[in-house]
């Protein structure tokens, strides 16, 4: 796999966890709890990335 997709498939769980925290919260505000999952899952979808990316990039051929 590579790093976009395994950044992808963190980005999703800890999108998802942030939803479900929220949703815990907030009483079921579910607009609410929506963006703050994805805006959680692209910052996490960038982060994660870039640590792959320099992970792979440091690794011998």
Do not use: C, D, E
């Amino acid at each position: 796999m590579g790093p976009l997709l395994t950044s992808f498939l963190f980005a999703i769980g800890v999108a998802t966890w942030t939803y479900n925290q929220s949703q815990k919260r907030n009483g079921g505000i579910a607009q609410q709890s929506a963006i703050a999952g994805a805006v959680v899952g692209i910052v996490a979808l960038i982060v994660f990335y870039t640590i792959f990316s320099t992970i792979i990039s440091h690794l011998p051929a």
